[in-house]
């Protein structure tokens, strides 16, 4: 079975600095899509980085960078020069190659202080 | 327009009564899923349309109808509420099954059943 872990519930740092969050997954196939998404206050779901299992270079969009480990099976989420309008609900989710379902990690909330 | 439109925003139901959520995309994309959202919890998948095929999860098949009369809309229906439907439900819309693309999300809808 098919399965997203985040075992941060929350985490807090210092505006413009740089945070790590973890997810690691379960997964028999050799070939899947990992992504990471930011909920906001509003509820909205917005799509943020991807990363191909079959790619070794770790994806990088703006500020938001992944550090995949697939012996581990692990990819993380890396966000640095953080902003307070980086404070939202980020998820972990995994989709198998020719499959339709995507499946969710529970989430961290983080939190961006002045 | 990468806009998916979910109605309404907030719904009130009645406990035994129906439900229907809408959901609208014209990115014509050929995929569209419905997920559940409870606080603290992961984005649940309830059902997904490819196509014109329906495909609905074990676990909650009895529960939710869907129907999607044209590429452009999907429903999600609920027959009978009760207290454990209330939740946020997402609709979300995709290109191709099981590829890279990522989910694109509606801003939700809120259900809580009286």
């Avoid at chain 1, 519930?9 to 997810?23: G, N, Y």
């Avoid at chain 2, 009895?62 to 999907?74: G, V």
């Amino acid at each position: 079975a098919q399965k997203v872990t985040q075992t941060q519930t929350s985490i807090s740092v210092v505006e413009k600095t740089t945070v790590t969050m973890d997810c690691v997954y379960e997964t028999r196939d050799s070939s899947y899509f990992l992504f990471w998404y930011k909920q906001t206050a509003s509820g909205e779901i917005v799509f943020l980085i991807r990363q191909d299992s079959y790619k070794k270079e770790n994806a990088t969009v703006g500020h938001y960078s992944l550090n995949f480990q697939k012996p581990k099976s692990s990819i993380g989420l890396i966000i640095t020069a953080t902003q307070i309008e980086d404070s939202a609900v980020y998820f972990c989710a995994m989709r198998r190659y020719n499959q339709g379902k995507l499946i969710f990690g529970q989430g961290t909330k983080l939190s961006i202080k002045p | 327009d990468t806009t998916v439109k979910q109605n309404p925003r907030y719904k009130l139901a009645r406990v035994g009564k129906p439900v229907n959520l809408i959901c609208s995309q014209t990115m014509n994309h050929d995929t569209m899923y419905w997920y559940q959202k409870k606080p603290n919890q992961a984005p649940k998948l309830l059902l997904f349309y490819y196509d014109k095929i329906l495909n609905r999860e074990a676990d909650t098949f009895e529960k939710f109808q869907s129907s999607r009369p044209n590429n452009s809309f999907c429903s999600l229906y609920i027959g009978s509420a009760g207290l454990e439907y209330s939740a946020m439900y997402l609709c979300a819309s995709s290109v191709g099954l099981g590829s890279a693309e990522t989910l694109y999300f509606g801003s939700g809808t809120r259900l809580t059943v009286l």
